[in-house]
């Protein structure tokens, strides 16, 4: 079946740092791939996707590039701000049942990034 | 993207009890979904809320504990009920969204403790 395996946290960073949060995946099929955020007391917003190799997403100054070689879907960010302190999920989608009528996301575990000021 | 709302956002519950969980959206949407997030886990699908049929349930949840309802295009509850400590997670309601079929928007989630 499909999975989604993502760096553990805790992540604690600086202003400013380079954020990387890893995402590999297993899937017997071309899923679409997908970086969740959310934020404290919020639910899951999308921030980025990417639908087929070599794809690359961005939103917000986060990229992830759908690199199917490797299996990985990897979350970037050049210099991170306090304002990124969320939680970070990494998800594959699985597009299922006839015409297309039925879905279903496989999710990481989420990695917890805080950054301080 | 459509607006969730859910409610209870948390509540402890007692052992053995029933709890409901409303889903409003804010717009009217075809597919809804349930997920559950148990603690240091990741989120599980737990069934697909159809309107106007029976839920459709993923593999190791069943009708009797999680009986769901969606009497019109923009509401939803889940029931998880004779709860146990094993129960005790984040329920988060979510439908598909208009900019991608496989795009989901989520509610902020039900925190449930069972004692």
């Known amino acids: 079946g499909n999975s989604v395996t993502q760096m553990e946290g805790p992540v604690t960073l600086s202003e400013e740092a380079f954020l990387t949060i890893n995402c590999t995946y297993t899937a017997t099929g071309y899923p679409s791939l997908f970086w969740y955020v959310q934020y404290p007391g919020e639910g899951l917003q999308l921030l980025l996707k990417?639908?087929?190799?070599?794809d690359k997403g961005s939103n917000k100054g986060f990229e992830a590039t759908y690199r199917k070689e490797t299996t990985s879907f990897h979350l970037e960010k050049g210099s991170v701000q306090v304002s990124d302190s969320a939680v970070y999920f990494c998800?594959?989608?699985?597009?299922?049942?006839?015409?297309?009528?039925?879905?279903?996301?496989?999710f990481g575990k989420g990695t917890l990034l805080t950054v301080n000021p | 993207s459509a607006v969730i709302s859910q409610k209870p956002s948390r509540d402890i519950c007692q052992r053995g009890t029933s709890l409901t969980i409303q889903c409003q959206v804010d717009s009217q949407v075809t597919m809804m979904f349930w997920y559950r997030q148990q603690p240091g886990q990741s989120l599980t699908l737990i069934a697909t809320a159809n309107q106007g049929s029976e839920a459709t349930y993923e593999s190791g949840f069943v009708i009797d504990k999680f009986p769901i309802s969606r009497p019109n295009l923009t509401f939803s509850t889940l029931t998880v009920s004779n709860m146990s400590p094993e129960d005790s997670s984040i329920y988060l309601c979510?439908?598909?969204?208009?900019?991608?079929?496989?795009?989901?928007?989520f509610g902020a989630g039900s925190r449930l403790t069972v004692l």
């Open positions: 979510s439908v598909a969204g208009t900019t991608g079929a496989n795009v989901l928007t």
């Open positions: 998800a594959l989608s699985d597009l299922r049942g006839s015409g297309g009528s039925n879905y279903k996301l496989t």
């Open positions: 990417a639908t087929k190799a070599d």
